[in-house]
């Protein structure tokens, strides 16, 4: 919005407008979520300045579409038809989209309004929509609504209280983008090599030998891939060893689900051919009636620098075994919807943010979290997002 000469303008109006801004900023200050700054700011406009309709949508981090995060005035529900504006389209998402103000004295006769008979049974005049910025890109945007036009001093205070606004919301927006990075590689550290085997494999199966012992990730995802593999054939016994240079898992397996199939499948083979390129050796016995049949993986405590990623072990699972087994090397007892609201919350979305985003209602998002609370044995939902991204069930 290209400012308006000194003379269109009455000085002493713009700063009394300027000072009413400064006092919706004050509302926000040391605010750190997103939202709850939105909503103060939206708050103001109606409280300080008299406008009758005011909004916030912020862009989601794919750029597709808009959220509407806060909403003062005539209406303060978030899950109506403009609840979430895919980019570019209506107005709110032409002006993300091109980054361009718009601004309007006559809101009922422009063409582009989707409902002209709300804006006249409201008596609806002035319209004003903001492109939140940051780095010649839109991070969300402002709309204000008016029942008389808007005087020129208001929509320079008004570009001038947006700045300040997109500086609040891009500092909130990055606190919680670190947060929720520390949050899981704490989690993520936290996890030992046993505790991600005994997801897959079952408590009941596994035993420790040793001090656990930090590994490289290679040796770490490799062991943990084999598991696995491993883990539709119902292995009766498992062990993890810890030695002095080296770390070995065994597994046993009954010879009836320990099938030819198992050991001379591709996937077996490209681990045992990762295996040797990672200086360790994966071998195979059977006890002498056939009963039981053991598998041995033995790698070394190696520094990881010389080691090849563990990103390139093979993708070519059984077709009993590729749902649980491609998609995440821990076994999931969650569904796919499950996994997908699980998902949604650990980004700190509400129950009606996640039915919009999965085209369902929220009773259905609170019946799938009721479940998934039950299927993890916890209480609360923080302990569900804590507990599926320790076992890294987090899509």
């Known amino acids: 919005m290209p400012p308006l000469a000194a003379?269109?303008?009455?000085?002493?109006?713009?700063?009394?407008?300027?000072?009413?801004?400064a006092e919706v900023v004050n509302g926000f200050i040391g605010q750190l979520e997103a939202d709850a700054i939105a909503t103060q700011v939206t708050d103001g406009l109606i409280k300080t300045f008299g406008c009758v309709f005011a909004r916030i949508w912020l862009v989601e981090p794919d750029r597709s579409a808009l959220r509407l995060v806060a909403s003062s005035g005539l209406s303060t529900q978030l899950n109506g038809s403009f609840a979430r504006v895919p980019m570019g389209a209506f107005k709110v998402g032409k002006i993300a989209q091109h980054c361009i103000p718009f601004l309007s004295n006559c809101l009922p006769e422009e063409s582009w309004v989707k409902d002209r008979d709300w804006a006249i049974a409201n008596q609806?005049?002035?319209?004003?929509?903001?492109?939140?910025?940051?780095?010649?890109?839109?991070?969300?945007?402002?709309?204000?609504?008016?029942?008389?036009?808007?005087?020129?001093?208001?929509?320079?205070?008004?570009?001038?209280?947006?700045?300040?606004?997109?500086?609040?919301?891009?500092?909130?927006?990055?606190?919680?983008?670190?947060?929720?990075?520390?949050?899981?590689?704490?989690?993520?550290?936290?996890?030992?090599?046993?505790?991600?085997?005994?997801?897959?494999?079952?408590?009941?199966?596994l035993s420790l030998l040793g001090t656990e012992q930090p590994l490289p990730a290679s040796i770490h995802q490799l062991v943990v891939s084999l598991a696995t593999y491993?883990?539709?054939?119902?292995?009766?016994?498992?062990?993890?060893?810890?030695?002095?240079?080296?770390?070995?898992?065994?597994?046993?397996?009954?010879a009836e689900n320990a099938q030819?199939?198992?050991?001379?499948?591709?996937?077996?083979?490209?681990?045992?051919?990762?295996?040797?390129s990672l200086g360790g050796q994966l071998s195979t016995h059977h006890d002498d009636s056939r009963t039981i049949s053991?598998?041995?993986?033995?790698?070394?405590?190696?520094?990881?620098?010389?080691?090849?990623?563990?990103?390139?072990?093979?993708?070519?699972?059984?077709?009993?075994?590729?749902?649980?087994?491609?998609s995440h090397p821990d076994v999931s007892p969650l569904s796919e919807r499950e996994q997908e609201v699980i998902a949604l919350l650990t980004q700190g979305l509400r129950?009606?943010?996640?039915?919009?985003?999965?085209?369902?209602?929220?009773?259905?998002?609170k019946f799938h979290t009721k479940n998934m609370l039950t299927k993890l044995g916890v209480k609360t939902r923080t302990q569900a997002v804590f507990e599926a991204t320790k076992k890294g069930w987090i899509k």
Do not use: W
């Open 294 to 326: 053991t598998i041995r993986l033995q790698l070394p405590r190696h520094s990881a620098d010389a080691l090849p990623s563990a990103d390139a072990l093979p993708l070519h699972y059984p077709l009993h075994c590729q749902e649980t087994a491609a």
């Open 351 to 365: 129950d009606r943010d996640i039915a919009e985003k999965l085209y369902i209602s929220e009773r259905t998002v």
């Open 230 to 254: 491993l883990s539709p054939f119902s292995c009766n016994y498992c062990r993890l060893v810890y030695k002095a240079n080296s770390v070995v898992f065994e597994a046993m397996l009954a």
């Open 7 to 21: 003379q269109d303008l009455d000085i002493s109006r713009l700063l009394f407008d300027l000072k009413r801004c």
């Open 260 to 276: 030819q199939a198992v050991f001379e499948h591709p996937t077996f083979a490209g681990l045992a051919g990762l295996t040797q």
């Open 124 to 205: 609806i005049q002035g319209f004003a929509g903001l492109p939140l910025m940051v780095e010649n890109q839109a991070i969300g945007v402002l709309a204000v609504f008016s029942v008389k036009p808007m005087d020129p001093e208001f929509l320079e205070a008004l570009q001038m209280l947006s700045l300040s606004v997109t500086g609040a919301l891009a500092s909130a927006i990055n606190h919680q983008v670190q947060t929720q990075t520390l949050k899981l590689q704490t989690v993520e550290l936290a996890v030992t090599l046993s505790e991600r085997l005994a997801a897959i494999l079952g408590r009941h199966t």
